[in-house]
């Protein structure tokens, strides 16, 4: 898809995006040009210290997520997809911004001084700001009969330090509802997939992955829109269910609803463990 003029952002992807969730990275790219948007990928960013880092070796989290922002353009917002990536940057940065110590390290290690300006934005950000159905090309609510629920996982909850920040919580179903689903009550959409836990505890975190798909069944369903890739990858990967349910990005679905990426969508769905096309066939997608 060409546009002109298009605004560029810097966009961190982080490793769930530039791996097990390629398809998330490519629709959130995709529909982000379709607002207007180019999202300029940070040259050689690292991983940001999730999970284990943070867990075992806080001062070597601290260096791979600063990292990252020294490796940020100081004239522009620095995007972000992935919930978990988010905290990490964000609690880095906040840690620089009120700790002399802290910023004189990153200089040193760095090179440069620390940019107390840089804007750290989820994307969820943008999307709030946006009347997306009129990026619609006939402004059809292509999702109307859609029931659909919201699983935040629960990365996108905040540290102590991070209190005052905002919360997105209830963004997918004002944005989803904008556009013609119906979001459906449950008690799972900041309930733990069990995250890293899948690698190594694999049978806690079936349990637990099940308990969410079958509440997902119980408010009649017809799939879970994720915000996190990693809660998407564990809730396809690690439920033994026999009858799932069909498992969307954010950025995926958004794209349907707005009838952009007809010749991507094929790329973005094999990549899913549970083929939604049956049930995006029965809304025209297809």
């Known amino acids: 898809m060409q546009k002109k003029n298009l605004i560029n952002l810097s966009y961190y992807p982080g490793c769930s995006l530039a791996t097990t969730a390629r398809e998330?990275?490519?629709?959130?790219?995709y529909l982000f040009r379709h607002l207007g948007y180019n999202l300029v990928e940070l040259d050689d960013w690292n991983c940001c210290?999730?999970?284990?880092?943070?867990s075992i070796d806080s001062n070597l989290a601290f260096d791979l997520a600063s990292r990252n922002l020294s490796?940020?353009?100081s004239d522009i917002p620095l995007l972000v997809a992935c919930p978990s990536c988010l905290l990490r940057l964000r609690h880095a940065y906040l840690y620089l911004k009120n700790d002399g110590t802290a910023r004189h390290h990153?200089?040193?290690?760095?090179?440069q001084a620390f940019n107390s300006k840089l804007e750290i934005l989820h994307f969820f950000e943008f999307l709030?700001?946006?009347?997306?159905?009129?990026?619609?090309?006939?402004?059809?609510?292509?999702?109307?009969?859609?029931?659909?629920?919201p699983y935040y996982g629960c990365m996108l909850a905040r540290p102590p330090i991070m209190r005052h920040e905002k919360n997105y919580f209830g963004l997918m179903e004002k944005i989803l509802s904008s556009l013609g689903a119906t979001p459906q009550k449950w008690s799972y959409s900041s309930r733990c997939c069990g995250t890293f836990l899948t690698v190594a505890r694999p049978e806690i975190v079936t349990p637990m992955v099940n308990e969410i798909i079958l509440g997902a069944k119980k408010s009649n369903a017809?799939?879970?829109?994720?915000?996190c890739a990693m809660c998407h990858m564990n809730l396809e990967v690690r439920s033994t269910l026999k009858e799932k349910v069909p498992i969307l990005h954010f950025s995926e679905?958004?794209?349907?609803?707005?009838?952009?990426?007809?010749s991507e969508y094929k790329g973005w769905f094999s990549r899913h463990l549970i083929d939604p096309k049956p049930l995006l066939k029965a809304f025209d997608f297809f």
């Open 24 to 29: 998330n990275n490519s629709s959130l790219i």
């Open 49 to 54: 210290g999730s999970s284990s880092a943070h």
């Open 71 to 73: 490796l940020a353009p």
């Open 106 to 111: 990153y200089q040193k290690t760095w090179g």
């Open 128 to 149: 709030d700001q946006i009347d997306l159905l009129s990026f619609s090309r006939d402004h059809t609510l292509r999702l109307e009969g859609l029931k659909f629920v």
């Open 222 to 227: 017809d799939c879970i829109v994720t915000a």
């Open 253 to 262: 679905i958004i794209s349907l609803a707005l009838g952009i990426g007809k």
